[in-house]
């Protein structure tokens, strides 16, 4: 259930302009309390939208780490919570770096949902390549 890697995953270093990506798909029986869980978490970010790719991204963020969700389906049709991370700060460079932050993103995710006592059947992490940052 937890994401466990900490290090770059792309061909090439991230780069300063650029966020690493990581999805959670959260299959659980009550989707709702996931999605209370991830708004308290996140309750102290600042709300944005911006325009990516000709598409609306809508989400929180606290400069250095973004989280959005929306409901989807998962590979076997059933309903899930997409939570993305998206962290700034190439290694080296930033303390802490992205891949710190979306260790701890996703560490302290597991652990609220947990001591909410929020049944969960499964979490699959993907890792996505980087992506240039929206501001």
Do not use: C
């Not at 990581?22 to 309750?43: F, H, S, W």
């Not at 963020?61 to 899930?80: A, C, I, K, P």
């Not at 995710?109 to 979490?123: F, K, R, T, Y």
């Amino acid at each position: 259930m937890r994401w466990r890697q900490r290090t770059e995953w792309g061909p090439r270093s991230l780069g300063d302009d650029e966020w690493a990506v990581l999805e959670a798909q959260i299959d659980a029986d009550d989707l709702e309390a996931v999605e209370y869980a991830v708004e308290e978490l996140t309750g102290f970010m600042d709300a944005f939208r911006e325009d990516v790719d000709g598409h609306p991204m809508v989400g929180v963020t606290d400069g250095q780490l973004s989280v959005t969700q929306e409901y989807t389906e998962n590979r076997r049709g059933r309903r899930v919570l997409q939570v993305t991370f998206y962290a700034s700060g190439p290694v080296g460079v930033a303390q802490p770096h992205a891949f710190d932050r979306l260790g701890s993103a996703a560490g302290s995710l597991v652990d609220h949902l947990q001591a909410d006592g929020i049944v969960v059947s499964e979490i699959r992490w993907s890792e996505h390549p980087y992506r240039k940052r929206a501001f």
